[in-house]
């Protein structure tokens, strides 16, 4: 995107999700992208992810970020900064990127009682979004866990639908 563009990208999120993978980034969807994959109906502006934080993912991360144009997200017009390996060991929380293809969110230590990827990514799933493109899809209750710890307004008002989300797939597995 040229400075003259808005920051405001059309929201193609397997764009985003596709190029993470092409780069070999290991992570997985969390938040409301998780929630629409699961069989939510409510809106999601951004892709939620949590990356693997080792040396390498992270440089594969970063190179998928620059094929991205990825800008830091502010209240104000997107920032650029160079986003490399190193940048992103730094990050202590969470990155809010502004991409050629919409947000991107990368939460390096989400809300919740789970801490880091690898405790998210035991009860995540592969799921085949299409095109050939499979991604690691948190457990709709850890998402679910995570929007409750955040205590964000928007979370709060999804909760008692995802909840009710999660009782369905539920009873469908069970077969009642």
């Not at 596709?18 to 969807?29: A, C, M, N, S, W």
């Not at 160079?82 to 929380?93: S, Y």
């Not at 205590?151 to 989300?165: C, I, T, V």
Request: proline residues 6%; without cysteine.
């Amino acid at each position: 995107m040229d400075a003259d563009d808005s920051h405001e990208a059309e929201f193609q999120p397997w764009r985003i999700l596709r190029t993470l993978e092409e780069e070999g980034v290991d992570f997985v969807v969390i938040g409301g992208l998780a929630a629409v994959l699961h069989g939510s109906t409510l809106p999601t502006q951004d892709v939620d992810i949590l990356p693997l934080r080792d040396e390498e993912n992270l440089d594969r991360l970063a190179r998928a970020l620059t094929r991205l144009g990825a800008r830091i997200r502010t209240s104000g017009e997107p920032v650029e900064a160079t986003i490399d390996g190193a940048f992103l060991q730094a990050m202590p929380t969470m990155l809010n990127l502004v991409t050629t293809y919409g947000d991107l969110d990368i939460a390096f230590d989400p809300a919740g009682p789970k801490t880091g990827f690898d405790e998210w990514n035991a009860d995540a799933v592969p799921v085949d979004i299409g095109e050939s493109l499979v991604v690691r899809l948190a457990a709709l209750s850890d998402v679910i866990r995570s929007k409750a710890a955040a205590s964000r307004p928007k979370d709060e008002r999804a909760l008692p639908y995802l909840e009710s989300l999660q009782d369905q797939i539920r009873a469908e597995e069970s077969g009642h």
